[in-house]
């Protein structure tokens, strides 16, 4: 019997789901009984920038404003106007205050020119490189900053990843919330050192596209989906990546479109007021994703600050008039005006850059902001390829003479220059994708970029065979190429595209995998490459044995095709791993392959799995192995691990360490103080024992097996070298309190467990090479 969850109980007593009589719980007062509903929190948190002196002055600032505005004045804050950018909110011209705009995407700039198009945050995941992170995040921050945008829409760690055909998991970092939680620091970290306000979104449990919102048409009419989960569940594991978000400074949330435990995420008291402003302390200011208000006065009592993209339909003149006869305290509208302005003087942007652009009209001036930004976009798109398959070293490629090119993803398209879109940025639904586009360089929606210029794998290729003296051959549209019989090595390019507003119909399809299968036919050496926004299937080909190497080439960015070049050739040793578990067959991924269908008015998605999710959800299924695990990619040398040592910083004099942060202590942003002491510090010694001659970085893995939770957790990971052969470094894991805790739903605290947790530390989730153990007493 699993134990646990929260808001589970009762729900037998309201004709709930029947998997819920296989919990238990305990009948504590303060425990709310109830799946799919969400308890009501209120009132909304007031706050005054107490979690440090920079948020204290940032304050200090906005309230020396506030005092100045009339109620009209602090209303026109608090809603988005039509305006040069995705979303503006109103300004107040009497005291020299902006409109702040608001942009997409995580990735880059999405509608504007002279932006860069860097890798997805999918693929930076996929480097498990800090370094990277933090200066994807400062070099994106960098482009919003000259662009006069003052707020970024992202980074994104909601979509975590729950479902393998999400829409838009390409657009978060991980399915597991420790490697999203350190992409959300330090991007978020790298952002803000550039000045601009990052939007740590969709807050929370935006696990699907279909019905994501309500009423619509390509939809089953009716409300939104509401995503039923369990309070353990919201805290270990989709919650988590935000709380290093805020704990890196994050000025701004943004609310997510479905319910939440039958609640509307932007009018939902517990998620607002109370996970994010209570126990997380959120000093920032919450904006609606765009369109997601549904409702005025329970929305601004529920903890919503901005709405986006119009103040008018459910605030305007009626917050006014909320305000007037107190259905809305004035208290929160000052706190939302508040928190709003000091994000602003939080992030000193009273000096910012005129607002750079949006329409591509002839008189726009240029504004250019992609400074050198190439060179860490190709670096990342290299370090996030994953390597899965050599076969007898196959990778490196060895100067061949004569190169063979297929499938549609090798080059760009010829197509009019209006449609640059079809990379990425805007709206189009197009389930065929893999026939009539080229290469992918980034998935759909909102979250797509638009690139200066994309260098195709067949342009970088072809350049590269150029330089050592060979020949190219091609064909890039049949799904029957003729092969040549003489080349030496046979590259074939196919690849999954996503988009938001809608999931993926599938992990495979049926032209690219006989594609592949088609030219490894004729071709004894054929290298796979594949881009895929979120999981692509292999099983259909993957041991076929002229398919001599593979790899996972993810949404690489402007760079793709000099990244992988870099790899191909051996530049760089391989040394993504993967973020995401990949299955052998759809199946294998049970109820977490698909969206939740219901053609109810209210329809439900119940997380029932509550935290097993992905890697989490395949160890718990002993007969079911994945194709290629949690963690896993080969490099062009290999590793050995060894010296396993556990320092125990726990408590100075050795005794024990209480089980809850201490309760004396007030809480800043991003929770309980205490939770970010590192309690334990693990190293390990990593060493480049190949015998291949090259040098590689590796990805060193710490998991550990908490008690009363899943088998394994990711809860470390440092990625050491380029190591020459011979040489070794030391892996690096600090473990923090937070990291060794579960969510006790009594307390409502994070808490340690007593007794051993087991540890580990490897090259992937399941390639464990040393073994320890922590006893917390
Ligand atoms: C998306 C957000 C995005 C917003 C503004 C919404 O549809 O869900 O992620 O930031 O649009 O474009």
New binding site residues.
């Given amino acids: 019997m699993k134990s646990v969850p929260l808001y589970l109980a009762s729900i037998v007593a309201a004709g709930a789901p029947a998997f819920a009589q296989n919990y238990t719980w305990t009948n504590h007062p303060s425990e709310l009984p109830y799946y799919g509903q969400s308890p009501p929190v209120y009132p909304s948190p007031q706050t005054n920038g107490t979690s440090s002196s920079r948020w204290a002055a940032a304050y200090a600032k906005a309230r020396e404003i506030l005092a100045q505005l009339e109620l009209e004045e602090k209303v026109n804050i608090t809603g988005g106007y039509t305006g040069a950018c995705?979303?503006n909110t109103g300004a107040v011209p009497r005291l020299g205050i902006e409109p702040l705009c608001f942009a997409?995407a995580p990735d880059g700039i999405r509608g504007s020119d002279f932006v860069s198009a860097f890798p997805s945050q999918s693929h930076l995941a996929a480097t498990w490189d800090k370094d990277l992170f933090l200066a994807y995040g400062k070099a994106i921050g960098r482009e919003y900053y000259d662009k006069g945008i003052n707020v970024a829409?992202g980074p994104v760690a909601g979509p975590l990843g729950r479902i393998a055909k999400g829409g838009r998991n390409w657009e978060g970092l991980s399915s597991d919330p420790y490697l999203a939680g350190w992409g959300m620091y330090q991007v978020t970290t790298g952002m803000q050192s550039s000045g601009v306000i990052a939007t740590a979104?969709?807050f929370l449990f935006n696990e699907q596209e279909l019905r994501r919102r309500p009423n619509q048409t390509y939809d089953p009419i009716g409300e939104a989906i509401s995503a039923n989960v369990d309070d353990r569940t919201a805290h270990e594991l989709y919650a988590f990546p935000f709380y290093d978000a805020l704990k890196a400074g994050a000025a701004c949330v943004?609310c997510s479109?479905q319910r939440a435990n039958n609640s509307y995420a932007c009018q939902n008291s517990k998620l607002l007021n109370g996970i994010l402003k209570t126990e997380m302390h959120f000093e920032g200011f919450v904006v609606s994703?765009?369109e997601g208000q549904h409702t005025g006065i329970a929305s601004a009592n529920a903890g919503l600050d901005v709405v986006m993209p119009l103040g008018s339909t459910y605030w305007g003149a009626n917050l006014t008039q909320a305000v007037n006869n107190s259905s809305v305290a004035v208290d929160r509208l000052d706190d939302m005006v508040t928190r709003t302005l000091a994000a602003y003087y939080y992030l000193e942007q009273e000096d910012y850059p005129d607002v750079g652009v949006f329409s591509d009209t002839e008189e726009h001036p240029i504004v250019n902001v992609q400074r050198d930004h190439k060179k860490i976009i190709r670096e990342i798109g290299a370090a996030g390829h994953v390597l899965v398959k050599n076969v007898n070293n196959t990778l490196p490629l060895k100067a061949p003479q004569f190169v063979a090119i297929y499938g549609y993803d090798a080059d760009i398209k010829a197509e009019p220059w209006e449609n640059v879109a079809r990379y990425g940025g805007g709206y189009e639904v197009n389930h065929l994708w893999n026939t009539f586009n080229g290469t992918l360089i980034v998935g759909g929606g909102?979250?797509g970029n638009i690139p200066p210029y994309v260098i195709s794998p067949f342009k970088a290729i072809q350049d590269q065979v150029i330089e050592d003296g060979g020949i190219v051959r091609w064909n890039f549209w049949s799904e029957q190429p003729h092969v040549s019989a003489t080349a030496q090595v046979c590259l074939v390019f196919i690849n999954a595209y996503a988009s938001?507003s809608f999931d993926r119909p599938s992990l495979v399809d049926e032209f690219s995998d006989n594609l592949v299968k088609n030219v490894a036919k004729n071709c004894s050496n054929t290298v796979v490459v594949i881009h895929s926004a979120g999981v692509r299937l292999v099983d259909p080909w993957i041991d076929h044995e002229n398919v001599t190497a593979v790899i996972f080439a993810g949404t690489p960015g402007q760079e793709s095709g000099h990244s992988l070049v870099d790899v191909l050739y051996g530049a760089t040793s391989p040394s993504g791993k993967l973020h995401y578990t990949v299955a052998r067959q759809e199946s294998d991924y049970g109820n977490l392959l698909d969206h939740t269908i219901s053609d109810e008015w209210f329809p439900q998605s119940d997380f029932d799995e509550g935290l097993y999710i992905d890697y989490r959800a395949f160890d718990a299924k002993l007969n079911v192995t994945p194709r290629f695990e949690f963690g896993f990619g080969l490099s062009y040398t290999t590793f050995s691990y060894a010296n396993l040592h556990i320092e125990d910083l726990s408590s100075a004099d050795n005794t024990s360490v209480s089980a809850f942060p201490d309760a004396s202590i007030p809480l800043v942003q991003g929770g309980h103080p205490q939770l970010w002491d590192t309690l334990y510090n693990v190293t390990a010694v990593i060493s480049n024992n190949g015998t291949t001659g090259a040098s590689g970085a590796e990805v060193a893995q710490l998991y550990l097996g908490i008690p009363n939770a899943p088998l394994r957790q990711l809860r470390g990971f440092d990625k050491v070298g380029p190591l020459a052969p011979g040489e070794s470094a030391t892996a690096v894991f600090e473990l923090r309190r937070r990291d060794l805790s579960i969510w006790n739903v009594v307390e409502q605290q994070w808490e340690l467990q007593k007794g051993s947790y087991k540890l580990w530390v490897g090259a992937s989730s399941r390639d464990l090479r040393l073994e320890g153990e922590i006893v917390v007493s």
């Fill in positions: 995705v979303g997409d829409l979104k969709h943004m479109y994703d765009w909102s979250g938001e």
